[in-house]
């Protein structure tokens, strides 16, 4: 839709207006595809140019005449798309006007008229009659006279200026528009861009893992298909199961969410599939089930890998058939119900000790969306750590902090069995213990983040120098040294090694040599690390 405010305050329409109303002494006022006047011309404060415009509207059905007059030029550009123009004969006989539309990707959004005039060819005796027109209506004689007298007489040469004037007013309108749709358009572009990139729903990340997973998951967003999340603790499996559901037909059903974990047999069947008065001692009225809840919606099942093997028979049933039968119910009930499940463990070694029913584990790993654990996408940290940062400041009602270089070393170091889960409550920590401070420094990060290294290393120094000997010759101990501040240079880097010779103060030759001494290439890091 056009912002009509907006164009009127362009300076080059405000111009071409202020041209074409003092020189044919007219109004220039905009309507929408409806006929609906877009300008202040109905207000009460409205200062006319056009003598005669404030004549008629303050007649009793003045408002009406030109209504009238705006509706048959709507008709007029309806009837005939390929016209840009129209010079119309208004309400009032002899009296003319002129408007142009306005068309935006092929539709008729507006007008912009000029409007009133007379020709300058029109008689004594038009005029007479167009002035016993005014008066017949409830207009003084005098006002009627003068409101004729004061119309502009328009020339063949005047009319064309007005049709070039009114016409230039027009595409200045588009022009705008299309620049306005243009500028909203690359603005949209580049959020879905950044969006893409670094965020799904409320994930967020930017390692090459996690665009994988945002492009699977763009990929089976109008899929129906059941879904099996797999992933360790903390890695946002419901996060992901949410936003399966609300990029999916099913966006605007109920999205329901159970842990099979948190119960028993008995109290897991009766919350997924409820019961029925007096199945059972308490069972004091008709429970619906969770499957009943979700009806027409999604269901996401966490840690389905938990359910015995009764369950998982009855979760068979409702999976393949879409019924299930209440506890206590003889009488099944049918549903249609999208069912996304998640486990931490490994279904297939289950499946191996007889612990979970392959023909489950077919039924629900129709699609599979494997999530990486936080160590396998490190290049998400800093990103993480800022949102969660930006999100507890706001809610603790601080300025937004920062970590320091060395603290983020740390962090990078760790390798957050909990992953995100556990990354959000220490961020949450840090916020608290870091009080007015504007940064985080590292020794307010958690004992087992600060001291990974060391515990890891069992090396009896601590700081920079973690994992290296204290024994031993000295030239030894210096290319230990070497070996890791090349190392964790490299790491920090993301191995772009002209960054890290500049930090080092050497060349980028003398340290491609070392890297290749000591065996510090990309592949041979990761084996050793066991990412491959």
Not at 180 to 199: C, M, T
Not at 370 to 399: M, N, Q, W, Y
Not at 455 to 479: F, N
Request: glycine share 6%; net charge neutral; proline share 3%.
């Amino acid at each position: 839709m056009i912002n009509w405010k907006t164009v009127g305050e362009l300076h080059v329409i405000q111009k071409l207006k202020k041209v074409i109303e003092s020189w044919y002494g007219v109004e220039l006022f905009y309507t929408d595809q409806h006929g609906k006047i877009q300008t202040g011309l109905l207000e009460k404060s409205h200062e006319f140019r056009s003598h005669f415009m404030k004549v008629q509207m303050l007649m009793p059905h003045g408002h009406q005449y030109i209504a009238q007059d705006i509706e048959t030029i709507i008709d007029y550009f309806d009837e005939n798309p390929d016209k840009s123009s129209f010079k119309f004969s208004s309400f009032f006989p002899h009296v003319k006007g002129y408007a142009a539309k306005i068309v935006i990707d092929g539709e008729l959004l507006g007008t912009v008229i000029a409007y009133p005039f007379v020709r300058d060819t029109c008689t004594t005796d038009e005029i007479s009659e167009l002035i016993s027109h005014v008066k017949g209506l409830g207009v003084s004689d005098s006002d009627a006279e003068m409101a004729v007298d004061k119309l502009k007489k328009v020339s063949d040469t005047q009319l064309t200026y007005i049709t070039e004037l009114v016409s230039l007013v027009a595409e200045e309108v588009m022009t705008f528009h299309a620049e306005i749709q243009l500028r909203e358009e690359r603005i949209s572009a580049l959020n879905s861009e950044l969006g893409s990139k670094y965020r799904y729903h409320n994930m967020i990340g930017k390692s090459k893992p996690m665009q994988q997973i945002y492009n699977l998951l763009t990929r089976i967003a109008t899929s129906e298909a059941t879904i099996l999340i797999q992933g360790e603790n903390g890695t946002g499996k419901e996060l992901v199961a949410k936003a399966i559901h609300y990029h999916s037909p099913r966006k605007d059903s109920v999205f329901v969410a159970q842990n099979c974990s948190a119960f028993n047999d008995n109290l897991l069947d009766s919350e997924l599939f409820g019961h029925v008065k007096g199945a059972f001692t308490g069972a004091v009225k008709d429970k619906k089930g969770l499957f009943e809840v979700a009806n027409g919606g999604t269901l996401f099942l966490d840690e389905i890998g938990d359910t015995s093997l009764s369950m998982q028979v009855k979760l068979l049933r409702v999976l393949q058939e879409g019924t299930f039968l209440p506890v206590g119910s003889t009488s099944p009930k049918k549903v249609n119900v999208r069912v996304i499940a998640a486990t931490n463990k490994n279904l297939k070694e289950m499946i191996a000790k007889g612990e979970f029913r392959e023909d489950l584990y077919y039924r629900i790993n129709v699609i599979n969306v494997t999530l990486p654990s936080l160590r396998e996408r490190k290049d998400d940290i800093p990103v993480l750590c800022d949102h969660f940062l930006e999100k507890k400041c706001a809610d603790a009602g601080h300025p937004v902090k920062t970590i320091s270089p060395r603290a983020m070393e740390k962090v990078l170091d760790y390798n957050w069995p909990g992953n995100v889960r556990e990354l959000e409550n220490e961020i949450e920590r840090l916020v608290v213990l870091s009080g007015d401070s504007k940064t985080i420094t590292p020794d307010i990060l958690n004992p087992r983040i600060l001291d990974y290294l060391d515990a890891k290393s069992g090396s009896p120094l601590s700081g920079p120098l973690a994992g290296i000997k204290a024994t031993g010759t000295l030239r030894e101990a210096m290319e230990e040294l070497e070996y890791f501040m090349i190392k964790e240079g490299l790491r920090r880097c993301n191995f772009n090694k002209s960054k890290l010779a500049k930090e080092l103060g050497i060349s980028r030759a003398g340290l491609i040599q070392k890297v290749d001494k000591y065996e510090l290439d990309k592949r041979a890091l990761k084996k050793a690390s066991g990412e491959d």
